[in-house]
T-cell receptor
Framework: AQTVTQSQPEMSVQEAETVTLSCTYDTSESDYYLFWYKQPPSRQMILVIRQEAYKQQNATENRFSVNFQKAAKSFSLKISDSQLGDAAMYFCAYRIPDSNYQLIWGAGTKLIIKP | ETGVTQTPRHLVMGMTNKKSLKCEQHLGHNAMYWYKQSAKKPLELMFVYSLEERVENNSVPSRFSPECPNSSHLFLHLHTLQPEDSALYLC??????????????FGEGSRLTVL
């Protein structure tokens, strides 16, 4: 069965420092997509970053980057220069190609930013 | 208004009440989704509509009844709910149900409490 595991229910980081959120997944597929979504306290979930499994290069979006280890089925999110606005729930998700709705979600990691 | 809007933001209902949740998207998307979000659990996909036709129904109890009158509006009709149905209900939209970027655009959610 395809599963997504986020082993850290909660993480905290000092403002301006770097934090890494973990995500592992289980699949027998070779082609798939991985996502990190952010849900701030206002609750609107937004896409942070996306990775295609066939791409070896790790995706980056400004201060957000991923460490994608396909063989290990690991997809961690690194947030550099953490800001107060980064405080949120972060969800890792996996999907097979050609199906936007067959998303498998992790249970989320709550990120706390200490001023 | 822009994006995906949901009303009401908060709803308290008794087990015998009938109520509805409304979702409207202003993004020109043709697919809409209902998700259930419970604390410390992965998001649960409830229903998917593509071009106003239901394409996915994840064994949701019949006390939840979706309606999609057009590609911009989605409703979730609630009837004879149970306390365990208390959760945050998220609406999302996307351009199509397969392929593309796969990005979902979410509303802020409707917090439902069943007494």
């Amino acid at each position: 069965a395809q599963t997504v595991t986020q082993s850290q229910p909660e993480m905290s980081v000092q403002e301006a420092e770097t934090v890494t959120l973990s995500c592992t997944y289980d699949t027998s597929e070779s082609d798939y997509y991985l996502f990190w979504y952010k849900q701030p306290p206002s609750r609107q979930m937004i896409l942070v970053i996306r990775q295609e499994a066939y791409k070896q290069q790790n995706a980056t979006e400004n201060r957000f980057s991923v460490n994608f280890q396909k063989a290990a089925k690991s997809f961690s999110l690194k947030i550099s220069d953490s800001q107060l606005g980064d405080a949120a729930m972060y969800f890792c998700a996996y999907r097979i190609p050609d199906s936007n709705y067959q998303l498998i979600w992790g249970a989320g990691t709550k990120l706390i930013i200490k001023p | 208004e822009t994006g995906v809007t949901q009303t009401p933001r908060h709803l308290v209902m008794g087990m015998t009440n009938k109520k509805s949740l409304k979702c409207e998207q202003h993004l020109g998307h043709n697919a809409m989704y209902w998700y259930k979000q419970s604390a410390k659990k992965p998001l649960e996909l409830m229903f998917v509509y593509s071009l106003e036709e239901r394409v996915e129904n994840n064994s949701v109890p019949s006390r939840f009844s979706p309606e999609c009158p057009n590609s911009s509006h989605l409703f979730l009709h609630l009837h004879t709910l149970q306390p365990e149905d208390s959760a945050l209900y998220l609406c999302a939209s996307s351009q199509g149900t397969g392929g593309g970027t796969g990005e979902l655009f979410f509303g802020e959610g409707s917090r439902l409490t069943v007494l």
